[in-house]
């Protein structure tokens, strides 16, 4: 079965600040992951995917995430943080047939 | 770009009543999904489907069902609207098996049972 760890429900950071927003996966099949967003009041928004391809993966907004096998992570970062940049940030990763399954999510918080 | 709509985005019902929310994709994906969204328990896949008039259960299928008569058109059912189905109800589509699997979300609906 798949699964997604992500590694604190809120993180806080200063504007300009590096964001890192931590996931790790568990899965019995070569790994498909995600990254999504969801503003306030939105539906999610998709910020990037690894699909087996470049281990570093470029998305949207500035973000980027690096796909490590050894260590079944797939970490998002940020090198500055803006005020838009306040979400809540969920991974995900392929299960079964078509489906996803997410983790928790993450809040993350811009101080000014 | 993908657009995925769905009928309300604030809802308001008491409890007993029968509830539908209504969620439509205009890229003629395959695939669709309903899940609901709660703080701390992030999403939780409730039914989807992969074809017109078929339907899989998800995780947390009990006091739902769903409708598939048109690919484009897939409907969330309460039966009997209960308090603990207070929630927020997301949509989404995917294209099918060949396909990178990343799902495109509607705005979601907030439901309040009273």
């Known amino acids: 079965a798949q699964s997604v760890t992500q590694l604190g429900s809120h993180v806080s950071v200063s504007e300009g600040a590096l964001v890192l927003l931590r996931c790790n996966y568990s899965?019995?099949?070569?790994?498909?992951l995600f990254w999504y967003a969801q503003y306030p009041n939105q539906g999610l928004q998709l910020l990037l995917k690894?699909?087996?391809?470049?281990?570093l993966v470029k998305g949207i907004n500035g973000f980027e995430a690096e796909f490590k096998k050894s260590e079944t992570s797939f970490h998002l970062t940020k090198p500055s943080a803006h005020m838009s940049d306040a979400a809540e940030y969920f991974c995900?990763?392929?299960?079964?047939?078509?489906?996803?399954?997410f983790g928790k999510g993450t809040h993350l918080i811009i101080q000014p | 770009d993908v657009k995925v709509t769905q009928s309300s985005r604030y809802l308001v019902k008491r409890t007993g009543e029968k509830v539908f929310l209504e969620c439509v994709q205009d890229?003629?994906?395959?695939?669709m999904f309903w899940y609901r969204q709660d703080p701390g328990l992030g999403l939780r896949l409730i039914y989807f489907?992969?074809?017109?008039?078929?339907?899989e259960k998800g995780d947390i299928p009990e006091g739902y069902s769903v409708s598939r008569e048109k690919k484009e058109r897939f409907s969330l059912i309460l039966e009997s609207a209960s308090t603990n189905q207070t929630s927020m109800y997301l949509c989404?589509?995917?294209?099918?098996?060949?396909?990178?699997?990343?799902?495109?979300f509607g705005p979601g609906t907030r439901l309040t049972v009273t």
């Open positions: 989404a589509s995917s294209l099918g098996a060949t396909s990178s699997y990343e799902q495109y």
């Open positions: 899965s019995s099949v070569p790994p498909y």
């Open positions: 690894y699909t087996s391809a470049a281990t």
């Open positions: 995900a990763v392929r299960a079964g047939a078509d489906g996803l399954t």
């Open positions: 890229m003629d994906h395959e695939n």
């Open positions: 489907s992969y074809d017109v008039k078929m339907k």
